[in-house]
């Protein structure tokens, strides 16, 4: 990275805050159903606590439009917080993420506390990234670490604006996920797979594009097939298309021809006389999926073809699911990929978040080599596009081991 890094900033004795992505899944009751996104920045935290620093943490939690409203508060987040960080450490939740009582609560810290700021997205100045909103903040502070990489791609002002006004960096977290993304996209071992699905092309043309320039293979599974199928002049039922991207796929499949890609399609797949888990169900051959019937999944000779494409693999590259996998009937496309990938002596590095969901559903997701915590920020990345929230931290050539003091 051309960024700085947490390490490269004197963060002792100083007030830190940390910008992280907390926007976790909660039940009815209001509990954590999967706290991977708060694990993942423990790294950052415990860092800054062993250098006794005061470590404020920053984020949102769902789309409360600019208003207070309890079933988005973050105290189920401080509650999680705590239990992972043990009793040594206090972790308390300030009532909101700006104003005269949140800055006193910050001066009666202790170093190595740490204290959970009220959702940032109850102000609208969040998502309208207000320059006096993000300054405010950054006057509860004397460095501004950036570790939300799930939210990079957004310009709120908590991730764009504070820096401007303190000195900023990137936690261990951000790093960790450009890094890989480097690794397994830019300067990858090859030869290097890219495995998407998804629904729409529209949705992933940028991707498909970039990668075109990059991969050895590109594997297309999901719905997006049978856009790819069509431009060739085959019947789909009445399958997902996206009529006005047949010319786009058309001029992709020659650029990928010219270019010496490799770009593999479904040979099969299992379709249904509407979308509804308790349909009948069959698996045909692409060339004969019936007129009135829906392909919802990839069959099983496309989950061979995919896995010996996989098999020579260095890097797989995977974004979006090969079906309808929320439906058990047409989740085996989807998990026989799963397999595949994780019996890979490859390097993988997933995003996105159904993938994810995949993963952690099958109780593999330990067996890949990263799985990314963003999902449209990850595609953002795929796209070859720029993160907003990474570009405006200060650079490496302007580096000092020093923090200015917070503004007023």
Known sequence: MRKLFIKDIDVRKK??????????????????????????????????????????????????????????????????????LGEKVKVALAEDCIGPKVKKQIEEMHYGDVLVLENLRFHPGEEKNDPSFAKELAGLCDVFIQDAFGNCHRKHASMIGVDSFVPSAAGFLLKKEIDYFEKAVNNPMRPVVALLGGAKVSDKIKIIE????????????GAMAFTFLKAQGIGVGKSLVEDSMLDVVKNLMDISRKNGI??????????????????????????????KWIA???????????????????????????????????SRGTYAMVDAVTSSHASTIVGGGD???????????HEVS??????????????????????????RRKSVRTASPSPV
Request: net charge negative; no cysteine.
């Open 15 to 84: 007030s830190v805050m940390v910008r992280t992505d907390y926007n976790v899944p909660l039940d009815e009751e209001g509990n954590i159903t999967d706290d991977t996104r708060i694990r993942a920045t423990l790294p950052t935290i415990n860092y800054l606590l062993d250098e006794e620093a005061k470590v404020i943490i920053v984020s949102h939690l769902g789309r409360p439009d600019g208003k207070v409203n309890p079933k988005y508060s973050l105290k189920p987040v401080a509650r999680r917080l705590q239990r992972l």
């Open 210 to 221: 970039n990668l075109a320039k990059k991969m050895d293979k590109i594997l297309i599974g």
């Open 262 to 291: 490799k770009l593999y399609l479904p040979v099969d797949f299992v379709v249904a006389e509407n979308f509804d888990e308790r349909a009948e169900t069959k698996v045909v051959p692409f060339q004969e999926i019936p007129e």
């Open 296 to 330: 919802l999944d990839i069959g099983p000779a496309s989950t061979k073809l995919f896995t010996e494409a996989l098999q020579d693999a260095k890097t797989i590259v995977w974004n979006g699911p090969m079906g309808a996998f929320e439906f058990d009937a047409f």
């Open 355 to 365: 993938t994810d969901m995949a993963f952690h559903k099958s109780g593999k997701s």
């Open 370 to 395: 990263f799985i990314s915590t963003g999902g449209g920020a990850f595609l953002k990345l795929l796209e070859g596009g720029e993160l907003p929230g990474v570009a405006s931290l200060s650079d």
